[in-house]
């Protein structure tokens, strides 16, 4: 993931928030009223709901340093394999890199732009990079259930997130 990221169309805040929304309630059958929403089930079953979707599991020599791409308007997601082990074991950094792949997924498909021209100096609503980790932040971490949250740790906990992305969502 290029840290820069890429010129996108804009999306507000709350248009992400809504797209997340929507992408995890086909999800609530299956997770029901749990606000800890398994994303690797998520990624195993999207082919039966997104036809032509792809996961790539690579290893790190065809990785690198990245940890996880995705190819929105090829429906593929790829992620590195020690990152996919972890976001298996409910690891909180891994969980939203494969929730933030799932955001390139759903918002930038539809960009034309998004592997062009750098989104450097741009506003964060154009920014591919800014839009992906609002989308993994509002689809992993619900916010009813987040409401009724008292601290950093009960998010981190709830919703198996990692430290800084429960202290960026959590007001006290």
Avoid at 21 to 44: M, N
Avoid at 122 to 145: G, H, M, V
Wanted: glycine fraction near 6%; charged fraction near 25%; hydrophobic fraction near 40%.
């Amino acid at each position: 993931m290029a840290r820069d990221g890429f010129l996108v169309p804009p999306l507000s805040k709350a248009a992400i928030f809504e797209a997340a929304r929507d992408v995890r309630s086909p999800f609530k059958a299956v997770f029901g009223s749990d606000p800890y929403i398994r994303i690797d089930r998520v990624l195993e079953v999207l082919p039966e709901l997104l036809d032509g979707f792809e996961l790539q599991v690579c290893e790190r020599h065809e990785m690198g340093d990245l940890h996880g791409e995705t190819e929105p308007s090829n429906r593929i997601i790829r992620l590195r394999s020690d990152v996919y082990d972890g976001m298996c074991r409910g690891v909180g950094r891994d969980r939203f890199t494969a929730a933030h792949e799932l955001g390139h997924l759903m918002l930038h498909s539809m960009a034309p732009t998004f592997a062009r021209r750098s989104s450097r100096g741009a506003k964060a609503y154009c920014c591919s990079e800014w839009q992906a980790d609002t989308f993994a932040s509002a689809f992993l971490i619900e916010e009813e259930a987040l409401q009724r949250c008292r601290s950093i740790e009960e998010v981190q906990a709830t919703f198996g997130v990692s430290f800084s992305a429960a202290k960026c969502r959590f007001t006290p």
